[in-house]
């Protein structure tokens, strides 16, 4: 598999991960940036850093959901991201930043190996969420069905099957 098809399975798979990880048990989650609250999957996977910087495009630390109005009207509300971000941890905003624009290359190793990670990650929300009869969506089971096909997820197949 090429490189670009491995980023667009990583962004696809890390969009559900990261919107599901900040959402409660019933799916429901809150804008970063505004507070507005809204089942997971009508927000949007927001980047404080921009995700055209490749180095923090899949770092939990750099991302969390937004609403539309924040993430694709305002522009992804920056400052804001960022000063809430530094309110939960300081100086936060300032070092991702740093790693954003820092330069680092993904090996293709790395890339797989992340797409690994973040699936499971997913597996363990989608569980999480579903105890509670949780609105998670066919498509985020999907997303994670899906990505099992690839080679590197085999080991895990029949125990995932189970679950999800
Ligand atoms: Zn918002």
């Given at each position: ?45 927001g ?21 539309y ?16 971000l ?11 930043f740093?790693?954003?624009t820092?330069g ?59 679950v999800?």
């Amino acid at each position: 598999m090429n490189r670009t098809k491995i980023k667009k399975h990583l962004d696809e798979i890390f969009s559900h991960y990261i919107r599901l990880k900040h959402a409660d048990e019933f799916g429901k989650a809150r804008c970063w940036t505004c507070d507005k609250t809204a089942p997971y999957h009508k927000l949007y996977c927001g980047h404080f850093a921009s995700r055209k910087y490749l180095p923090t495009r899949w770092d939990e630390r750099n991302c969390r959901p937004q609403c539309y109005a924040c993430n694709m009207l305002r522009g992804g509300e920056q400052w804001n991201f960022g000063k809430r971000l530094n309110k939960r941890s300081a100086g936060i905003a300032e070092r991702v930043f740093a790693e954003a624009t820092g330069g680092r290359k993904w090996t293709t190793t790395e890339l797989c190996n992340m797409v690994s990670h973040y699936r499971e990650a997913l597996v363990r929300e989608i569980r999480r969420t579903q105890r509670q009869r949780a609105g998670v969506t066919e498509t985020t089971i999907k997303v994670a069905h899906r990505h099992r096909g690839l080679a590197i997820f085999n080991q895990n197949k029949d125990r995932e099957q189970e679950v999800i």
